[in-house]
């Protein structure tokens, strides 16, 4: 829905004397297509998703975990009276930000708050007051596998358990004319999305497979706008991996194309793609791990958070109109203080403990599983995505 609104953005604005804005919409939209046909289509698809929550039941909406009592818990209960570890990547904002202050908040976890600028991290977590006692910012620049790599390594001498691994960071970059590159030469969505955060899971697995807490999760943010089974996916440019041979070229101009699907280069069709693959790849570990370690793979649509940097690189007009337009147009917004109760959900509930899911909430905030796309489904592109992706991190 986020991204999918970028097409719904009226076309005229006045402010009335009152100082009330008002907006009006023309046939042409962002991207050429009719406004007023996403509207009907977007309350339709609003309708089909609370139809849809109606028909599955949903699973839980709190993000409360009751305490154990200490006389009575069981050995099983006894593990939990320990905090637990969480690593949130990109906690230095916007969801990872509002995640880390929810299970921080709780005094139940200590949360490592996993950010390419430190002193923005140490002052983020000051501005929402977590506690001291609750955080440590560690450096870590997906864009980087070095950097990764370093930042697994420190994280172990640390000494700390890892009970759940949170792959939230991102960047996108929809106005962008030419590609940017990560360290090693990959496209930087794809590059910072998908294989950055493809590695630290890999690395980090041995670690949240020791972890002695109650449940161990490894959680990789995911999107609508990558799922063209909604509304939103269906807004151009549309996530399409292809047959992959951009990534299997190396997802950079020398050899072949930086598009995954070896087309031309579209930073918003970058992001979308790099969604898919962190959709893909969540069920990949679930296929490979969840039987043999015990860990729950999940994925998320944590709705659409208008205000977070995620948008910093989009037209100033944008950002200035999307935030109203969602909370009053097509109520679809979130704010950061919700969608981060939904990720500390995911993270922290006992009740999600299903492994291979994609959850998202209906309009009551309650949460369900919900239908990834038939490429975001699909287990043959997973296992070459895998395959790929292990030897372009050098994994293989
Ligand atoms: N906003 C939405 O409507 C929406 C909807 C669906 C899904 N999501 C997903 O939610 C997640 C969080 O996005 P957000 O909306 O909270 O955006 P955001 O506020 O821009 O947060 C993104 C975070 O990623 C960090 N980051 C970017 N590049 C990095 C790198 N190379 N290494 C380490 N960290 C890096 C940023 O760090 P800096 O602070 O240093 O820039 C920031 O902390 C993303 O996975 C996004 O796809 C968002």
Redesign the pocket.
Known sequence: ???QASSLLPTAVTIHKGGKPSFSFKDVGFFGDSVSDYIRAEYKSSLVLRNKALQVRPIRAQTATASPDIEQASPEEKKTLRKGTVII??????????TAKALADTGKWHVIM????FL??EK?AKSVAIDKENYTVMH?????LD?VRQFADNFRQSGRPLDVLV??????LPTAKEPSY?AEGFELSVG??HL?HFLLARLLLDDLKKSDYSFKRLII?????GNTNTLAGNVPPKANLGDLRGLAGGLNRINNSVMIDGGEFDGAKA?KDS?VC?MLAMQEFHRRYHEETGVTFASL????????????EHIPLFRLLFPPFQKYITKGY?S?EE?GKRLAQVVSDPSLEKSGVYWSWNKNSSSFENQLSKEASDAEKARRLWEISEKLVGLA
Do not use: H, W
């Open positions: 829905m986020a991204l990547t990109g906690a230095s904002s916007g969801l990872g930000l509002a996993a950010c390419r600028n923005k991290a983020a870590l620049d997906l864009a980087s950097s792959c939230n960071a991102a960047v996108y990560t910072t999305n950055g943010v995911g999107s609508i706008t992001y969604k962190n649509y944590p709705g659409c958070i208008a205000t977070t940097g995620l948008f910093r979130v950061e969608a």
